[in-house]
């Protein structure tokens, strides 16, 4: 996309209708919504975690594009919607990339379109993205991912604190905690051998402000890529569209984000699905996206690991394989911490569904990405389990009668009281040597073994 056409996008979120915030919500949301699911007869079957329907995907897209076409996008800065033609929405599908190029050198890789059980290993972007971390525990969680040899490309959680200060948004320890990140991310890749991964990174950039102090070559570099994000639903505000036009000319690729909630504005899965559709679409333009992350939010439940979620996440990999095939890494964020079975359970059945679809895996933000309780360990078993899937060519039918028999051994836990958030990294791992204790090396062979007994050919 070029200045021209993306000013002519801003300037519209700038004059565009005006509406209040709550009435988007109901009247353009809501009500969008009601009559698309009535139209478009769309339900699920909750046995059925990965469906095999063309017909399904094709209303799906078909739905998605209605919606953005009808309703647009939502400026929450300035409470005005910004307008799509057809014909833009159908040159943004026209020109998702179906190959990124990321990180330099000898650790280049390369993102492609995956295809509906495909045989390409899906790529492995490692990390605790988002996850609060205070300065003790950020380096070490860092090292312990890096060194893991599976990986591809590199994320990380945010600071909350810098040298002992709280980090607070839009001041200036937001952009000494960006720096910092970054200082952290080179320092381990330098460690481990691994210079030029390609990153996900400036994740402590709460504002934008964040993101402009991270934009230099020691730090995000051309090869690396950055969050525009996009709100709750079909929103996105100055701060995000100030994002996206940093990349320009400095050519930093744009991470779309949309966090779509299973049974929020959209109702149930089905109408989540169509709604993160529409998003991607939108993010083609608005926030000139060179690739797109799908992160689905479960009103109850919260995690990508909930029933609803990974449906979400099947459906969407498919839809786009079948009806406009674009890059989709999708995140991973069990419910449960380190040093539990579960978080295992969790991270094989997300790598499952999502490999067998069509995506690439991106995570893990464990114990809900609300406190750093994530480990090198989760994300290695992760990158085992997608690799082996797609290299076993592991059918959907095959792959749903996994799933099922893994959400029985952690489905449980969405109802426990106070949750499975597991322990924080410094009790998961040695803080010295940056390996896991044994206990935990001794959980996570146990399920491994579990898991090639189902079926996974490690």
């Known amino acids: 996309m070029d200045y021209k056409k993306f000013l002519e996008l801003y300037e519209r979120g700038q004059t565009g209708k005006k509406v209040p915030k709550e009435d988007w919500d109901m009247e353009y949301v809501v009500d969008t919504m009601l009559e698309i699911k009535d139209d478009y007869e769309l339900s699920w079957d909750k046995q059925v975690i990965i469906p095999q329907d ?161 934009s230099y070559d020691r730090a995000l570099r051309p090869c690396d890529s950055h969050l525009v994000a996009t709100f709750n639903e079909l929103m996105i505000d100055n701060g995000n569209l100030l994002r996206a036009a940093n990349s320009f000319d400095y050519g930093m690729r744009n991470a779309s984000l949309a966090c779509t909630m299973v049974g929020g504005l959209g109702g149930d899965a089905p109408g989540a699905t169509v709604l993160m559709i529409a998003s991607i679409l939108a993010a083609n333009l608005i926030c000139n996206a060179d690739y797109h992350l799908c992160h689905p939010i479960h009103i109850s439940d919260v995690a990508t690991t909930a029933r609803g979620c990974l449906w979400l996440q099947a459906v969407l990999c498919q839809t786009f394989a079948t009806q406009a095939p674009a890059i989709i890494v999708c995140d991973l964020w069990p419910a449960s911490g380190a040093m539990t079975k579960e978080l295992l359970y969790e991270v094989a059945a997300n790598a499952i569904v999502v490999t067998v679809c069509g995506g690439h895996l991106e995570g893990i933000g464990a114990a809900n990405g609300n406190a750093p309780h994530g480990t090198g360990l989760e994300i290695r078993l992760m990158a085992e389990v997608g690799k082996a899937v797609a290299r076993q060519h592991m059918t959907r039918t095959e792959a749903n009668e996994l799933v099922l028999k893994l959400l029985d051994k952690y489905e449980y836990i969405f109802r426990k009281e106070g949750g499975n958030p597991g322990v924080p990294f410094d009790q998961a791992y040695d803080m010295e040597t940056i390996t896991p204790l044994p206990e935990w090396e001794r959980m996570y062979e146990e399920v491994k073994a579990e898991l090639a007994e189902m079926g996974i050919k490690f």
């Open 54 to 214: 063309e017909e399904l995907f094709r209303k799906m897209f078909d739905a998605a594009k209605k919606v953005i076409l009808e309703s647009g996008m939502y400026n929450l800065s300035t409470q005005r919607i910004i307008s799509f033609t057809e014909e833009e929405i159908d040159e943004g599908i026209r020109n998702m990339k179906t190959s990124l190029t990321m990180g330099q050198g000898k650790d280049e890789v390369t993102l492609v379109a995956r295809k509906i059980e495909d045989e390409r290993e899906p790529i492995i972007w490692a990390g605790n993205p988002g996850c609060p971390t205070p300065e003790r525990l950020y380096g070490p969680i860092i090292r312990s991912v890096a060194k893991e040899p599976l990986i591809d490309l590199l994320t990380c959680g945010s600071l909350v604190d810098v040298d002992g200060y709280q980090v607070k948004n839009g001041e200036v320890t937001e952009v000494f905690a960006v720096r910092r990140e970054l200082q952290y991310l080179h320092s381990a890749l330098k460690e481990v051998g691994r210079e030029g991964m390609g990153l996900l990174a400036a994740e402590s950039a709460v504002t934008e402000i964040g993101d402009f102090a991270a």
